[in-house]
């Protein structure tokens, strides 16, 4: 089942009569337990797509579906139950993911209090998520004396203690070193893995490909290629990952070729296709004497 499912998604600013395309017929589908990287350059429409999926923005058009719930036609005290039940969210500042004058347990039982359940139950369950995120040792420690890695640990906690549908994660990584962006991201992905939220990790940084089995590249507010990581088992036994990437197809037939295959060919404007029995072929519109025509 689709836990995402956004259809030509397009989203326009219009600032002093000057209209921005953000979002430009996006297309993206994650089924439900899925962990999913969204990467692209500055200005390439990521964090317009989060704030509609977080539900804090409304698209200009096309549809868009999380959790059965149409982010498109929804009503304010749909927005806000949606806000509050089915998405949790990660920031970027872990200032924003804290209470400062809140311990880390009492940043997690602040969300469980809310949602109910008997005090030992709610006591059992905070100690679980701070096991699982790995930040036990510091649950009686304000956000302030805790490292940048163990407050994103602790903000996932807090993100997905009243058991969201879908946790979204907006640069989680952005202030941190290499090494605890690495430890972060396989936080989430344990997070993944043991609670089954689907999960969309939104980043600048084309290393997260590697914690992930499905990345997804947005250019131009429109998804261009995807990398799907597997393990595979060679010849000889030996397992290893394996990277592919892949151009995405909408549904209209639209491809957009990657950025280098197109530089390389120095494709414009029009390209020769010819269908062979199992591929399209792809070339630049030039005679054989290398004119263009
Ligand atoms: N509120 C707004 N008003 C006008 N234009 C906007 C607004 N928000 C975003 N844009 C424009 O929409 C485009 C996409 O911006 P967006 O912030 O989604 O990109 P991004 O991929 O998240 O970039 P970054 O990695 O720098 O955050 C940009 O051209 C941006 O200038």
């Not at 409304?58 to 039940?85: E, H, I, K, N, W």
């Not at 030992?120 to 369950?125: D, F, G, I, N, Y």
């Not at 100690?127 to 890695?149: I, K, N, T």
């Not at 990277?243 to 530089?263: I, K, N, S, T, W």
Request: hydrophobic share 40%; with cysteine; charged share 25%.
């Amino acid at each position: 089942m689709s836990e995402i499912l956004c259809r030509g998604l397009v989203r326009i600013f219009a600032t002093d009569g000057v209209e921005v395309q953000a979002l430009q017929g996006l297309d993206l589908v994650v089924e439900a337990g899925d962990l999913v990287a969204v990467v692209g350059a500055s200005g390439s429409g990521k964090s317009t797509l989060l704030g509609i999926l977080s539900g804090l923005d409304t698209p200009t058009g096309g549809s868009a579906v999380v959790a059965g719930t149409d982010l498109l036609t929804m009503g304010r005290r749909d927005r806000v139950t949606y806000q509050r039940r089915t998405v949790g969210f990660v920031w970027q500042q872990t200032s924003r993911n804290l209470l400062p004058y809140l311990t880390a347990a009492e940043n997690v039982r602040l969300v469980l209090d809310l949602g109910g359940g008997s005090r030992s139950e709610r006591a059992e369950r905070t100690a679980e998520l701070l096991d699982l995120l790995q930040v036990a040792d510091v649950a009686d420690r304000y956000p302030a004396e805790m490292s940048g890695g163990q407050q994103q640990r602790v903000a996932i906690a807090v993100a997905v203690a009243n058991r969201p549908r879908v946790l979204l994660a907006d640069e989680p990584t952005g202030e941190l070193d290499e090494a605890t962006s690495a430890d972060v991201l396989e936080a989430l992905r344990a997070v993944n893995a043991a609670t089954g939220t689907t999960t969309l990790i939104v980043t600048h940084d084309p290393a997260v490909s590697e914690h992930v089995a499905r990345t997804v590249q947005i250019r131009d507010g429109r998804t261009s290629t995807e990398v799907l990581r597997r393990t595979a088992t060679d010849a000889d036994g030996v397992q290893r990952d394996v990277a592919e990437e892949f151009a995405v197809l909408d549904r209209v037939g639209r491809l957009q070729l990657p950025h280098d295959v197109v530089e390389t060919l120095e494709l414009r404007d029009r390209v020769r296709l010819r269908l062979r029995d199992d591929h399209v072929q792809v070339r630049p519109d030039r005679d054989p004497t290398g004119e263009r025509q």
